[in-house]
């Protein structure tokens, strides 16, 4: 997978070369470019914004500077080769989630333009549109400064899920949501620990015990924690024993 990002703070994506993904870039799983949006500026301050239209407080990203650097990062799309995904994190976004994170998993290209201040002038998304599917993706209902953080969540979110990239792709498929449920409490040794022990059940080596104890704690903190996520599940999800708890 080929990704790029547009920011004018390319040092925020450093994390994007360490550790896991680091070594999913050595091994040529993916491929991770990011561009200086202030390249595509022609002005002596390189200037990125402008006040909006309308007033209010607050700058808005200048249009021709994100057009040029649009252009100039996507390219020139082969014909009959599907376009990049263009993804635009804002707060006023879609809210992402593992099923995108598996349907982004599945493109081959990922561009992702990083907005800051009040954001990006909406001319560059409504032309974008025109020749590549963008989204304007929420990683949650709070505001940040820039998009960046919120690249570096959804190429991690993204890359775990190519093959290759993690050791143990089990633990991909076994992912908290997986089954619509949150991941209940987990445990290693020792044993007992500051006084608490382990619950007995889960050194019983009785595996079907052991698999209802740890169902009955997901649907416990999925109704606690986000009671939301119950709601949404189908009928046919909860059998007899769910509904019993
Ligand atoms: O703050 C965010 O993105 C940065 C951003 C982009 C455009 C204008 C303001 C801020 C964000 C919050 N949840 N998901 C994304």
New binding site residues.
């Given amino acids: 997978m080929r990704i790029d990002v547009v920011t004018i703070f390319p040092g925020y994506l450093a994390p994007l070369r360490e550790a896991l993904l680091g070594r999913a870039i050595d091994a040529g799983l993916i491929s991770v470019a990011v561009h200086d949006l202030r390249t595509w500026t022609h002005d002596v301050h390189q200037a990125v914004d402008d006040a909006p239209y309308g007033g209010g407080p607050g700058m808005v990203m200048r249009p021709q500077v994100w057009g040029e650097a649009l252009d100039a990062v996507v390219g020139d799309v082969p014909s009959g080769e599907a376009p990049p995904r263009l993804i635009?994190?804002?707060?006023?976004?879609r809210p992402?989630t593992q099923a995108m994170a598996h349907e982004y998993a599945a493109e081959s290209r990922l561009v992702f333009a990083?907005?800051?201040?009040?954001?990006?002038d909406q001319r560059v998304i409504d032309d974008a549109a025109t020749w590549m599917p963008v989204d304007e993706?929420?990683?949650?209902?709070?505001?940040?400064?820039?998009?960046e953080?919120?690249v570096l969540a959804i190429v991690e979110a993204v890359a775990r899920l190519l093959p290759g990239v993690l050791g143990n792709p089990a633990s991909a498929e076994q992912d908290s949501f997986s089954d619509g449920l949150l991941e209940g409490p987990a445990y290693t040794r020792p044993e007992t620990w500051r006084g608490r022990a382990v619950p007995d059940v889960l050194r019983s080596g009785n595996h079907g015990a052991i698999a209802r104890w740890r169902r009955d704690r997901a649907l416990e903190r999925t109704a606690a924690r986000r009671p939301d996520l119950l709601a949404a599940l189908p009928p046919t999800a909860l059998d007899r024993a769910d509904r019993a708890l």
């Fill in positions: 635009v994190p804002t707060p006023a976004g992402f990083c907005g800051r201040y009040e954001g990006i993706v929420s990683i949650g209902d709070y505001v940040l400064v820039g998009g953080v919120a």
